[in-house]
């Protein structure tokens, strides 16, 4: 029988509880802990024959070093009235408006989001979602344009590891986050999964055709790199 094991645990640090996020991994050798960047949390790793109750301890005995880590992560932004989120790279602020008619607008900015504010969070998540599809699908089909492809299909994601895919069939997946980061970074991605639609690799013949399409690749790569962990703070 599989053990019980809870996917969130509270543990003391300094004057407040954090909370981990608890894995179990056979293969572990022994108790691990570690910061999740782009959840903002800690993350303790049990090998499979120690106890939970171990595992706490053990956080505990690194509570030091856990402040100090989350003291260092830029903070999570949920979406609620009154939070600072970036659209296309410009911020903007959320503003809670419940007899508004349209569900979400955006507008000189601001976010106006309509509704129950228990449903706030979801609302946004969506919009942004819609607005990937929409703005996304538009560069997409015509960055393809200009190389003499079609994309057949956008699927919007939600991924921790890739912003981007291309499939054989030419349809092609975003993670809805990329709506947050500037337009040259969402170029930069959609280049990259248009020019698989040609080239299914990354040689050289590969990366002139992301160059042909965005000519700001590099620092899109280097952007990235610094910021792309942040996006996934929001939400
Ligand atoms: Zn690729």
């Not at 949390?41 to 706490?56: F, K, T």
């Not at 079609?150 to 809805?176: K, M, Y």
């Amino acid at each position: 029988m599989k053990r019980a094991i809870p996917a969130e645990a509270r543990v003391r640090v300094g004057a407040r509880d954090v909370k981990l996020i608890v894995k179990v991994n056979a293969r572990a050798r022994r108790i691990g802990l570690r910061i999740d960047d782009s959840l903002g949390r800690p993350v303790l790793v049990l090998p499979s024959r120690r106890s939970v109750a171990e595992g706490l301890r053990f956080a505990e005995s690194r509570a030091q070093w856990l402040q100090h880590s989350l003291s260092r992560l830029p903070p999570h932004v949920a979406f609620v009235d009154g939070a600072r989120v970036p659209y296309l790279g410009l911020p903007h602020l959320v503003r809670h408006r419940p007899r508004a008619r349209a569900p979400v607008l955006r507008h000189d900015g601001e976010i106006k989001v309509a509704g129950q504010p228990q449903h706030l969070g979801r609302r946004l998540t969506e919009w942004f979602r819609a607005e990937a599809k929409r703005v996304i699908g538009a560069r997409a089909r015509r960055m393809a344009e200009r190389i003499n492809k079609t994309v057949t299909r956008i699927a919007i994601r939600d991924g921790r590891t890739r912003w981007g895919s291309c499939s054989p069939n030419g349809s092609l997946s975003f993670s809805w986050r990329l709506m947050l980061a500037p337009p040259f970074v969402l170029d930069y991605v959609i280049a990259h999964e248009v020019a698989h639609l040609v080239e299914m690799n990354h040689g050289p013949r590969f990366w002139r055709l992301v160059e042909r399409l965005c000519p700001q690749q590099e620092a899109a790569q280097h952007w990235l790199r610094e910021h792309g962990s942040g996006l996934h703070r929001y939400g």
